[in-house]
């Protein structure tokens, strides 16, 4: 998706006088969940980075990963 939505202004719901909701597009809200998404899946890789790797055998992972064996 782009980075730019459609214009249209999101509609503030409102209960008791304070903002209690938001309806926004379809399409700009598919663009939240993508960016948050993405954003998550990037503080996961900063994560995996800062750790120290571990190496195995070829064979033995492939022992692991049989599910005949």
């Given at each position: 998706?782009?980075?730019?939505?459609k214009g249209k202004t999101p509609d503030i719901i409102f209960r008791?006088?304070?903002?209690?909701?938001?309806?926004l597009d379809i399409a700009e809200y598919q663009e939240l969940?993508?960016?948050l998404e993405d954003f998550e899946?990037?503080?996961?890789l900063q994560s995996m980075r800062e750790k120290s790797l571990k190496f195995r055998k070829l064979d033995d992972f492939l022992e692991e990963c049989d599910p005949v064996a």
């Open positions: 998706m782009g980075g730019k939505t008791n006088g304070k903002p209690a909701a938001v309806v969940l993508e960016r899946d990037l503080k996961a």
